[in-house]
């Protein structure tokens, strides 16, 4: 089972700034539609399916991301994607766009996820077979601040 999950975009004129760039808060749209892709297409986890069965899902509690290079109107870029801590009620999800081919970082995020009940709006535990699925998948990124990853990714790429 694929542990980094890639996909490629194109970025639209209606997602950019009079300067041709992506718009800053457009890349958590890009980084999520992303990702729900990617779970859904690897995984076969369908996050709206189980919100509308089981009335569980996810809800973002917080977001960190690095804008290291523009992404440009129609341009196409990957996302990567990857589980890089769990817990009983969370999820460490990193994203991270590149240029078509991979070989330029343009931005990383990480994104922390909350499980939650839909119906009594609070938090919950993961299931059994969603510990054993985020167990199978998680590749821990060795650092613990979001600047250091960034600092990391940024010293492969010298």
Not at 40 to 63: H, P, Q, R, S
Not at 74 to 103: G, H, P, R, Y
Request: aromatic residues 10%.
């Amino acid at each position: 089972m694929e542990k980094i999950l890639a996909s490629k975009a194109k970025i639209r004129f209606q997602d950019c700034d009079p300067f041709n760039h992506l718009n800053n808060s457009k890349y958590l749209d890009y980084f999520i539609n992303a990702r729900e892709d990617q779970v859904k297409e690897n995984y076969n986890l369908d996050i709206f399916e189980m919100i509308k069965t089981e009335k569980i899902g996810w809800v973002v509690a917080t977001n960190q991301i690095a804008y290291l290079q523009p992404a440009f109107t129609m341009e196409t870029v990957t996302i990567k994607s990857q589980l890089i801590q769990f817990s009983e009620k969370s999820l460490l999800v990193e994203m991270t766009m590149w240029d078509e081919s991979a070989a330029k970082l343009k931005a990383v995020s990480w994104s922390k996820f909350i499980h939650v009940d839909i119906r009594t709006q609070s938090s919950m535990k993961h299931s059994e077979k969603l510990m054993e699925l985020f167990q199978s998948i998680v590749v821990p990124s060795g650092q613990h601040y979001f600047e250091e990853r960034c600092k990391e990714l940024m010293a492969t790429l010298k």
